[in-house]
């Protein structure tokens, strides 16, 4: 069990955002759908608007972590939680997936490790 990527705009074409290398990241196709045009999103905890994780210039450990196995992504910053609710990124089929990546050795956090 794989997953496809797409190429996605961090800043939005919509809202100006431009087709240049540090303004593109890949995306699973569901989050992109998820994200839409946003930059921000609700934190739910803080109830306030704040920008979403932005992948070229925020750092995954300061903004997201892993738990139950490493199959649910716990966000530890108000970015990182609202992300991770505007995004859906711990939807049944991702939770599955990643579990389907620890017992493989593919897990993204095992991998990093390695290097």
């Not at 609202?82 to 017992?103: D, E």
Request: aromatic share 6%.
């Amino acid at each position: 069990m794989g997953v496809t990527f797409e190429v996605d705009h961090i800043t939005p074409a919509s809202t100006g955002g431009k087709a240049t290398l540090s303004n593109l990241c890949l995306s699973c196709p569901t989050c992109n759908r998820h994200n839409a045009n946003r930059v921000t999103a609700l934190d739910v905890l803080t109830e306030q608007h704040v920008p979403l994780y932005h992948p070229t210039r925020d750092q995954w450990d300061e903004h997201l972590t892993w738990t139950d196995g490493a199959t649910l992504l716990v966000g530890v910053t108000p970015t990182g939680r609202a992300t991770i609710a505007a995004l859906q990124m711990n939807r049944p089929q991702l939770v599955q997936l990643r579990g389907y990546w620890v017992a493989t050795g593919r897990h993204p956090a095992e991998v990093t490790k390695k290097r």
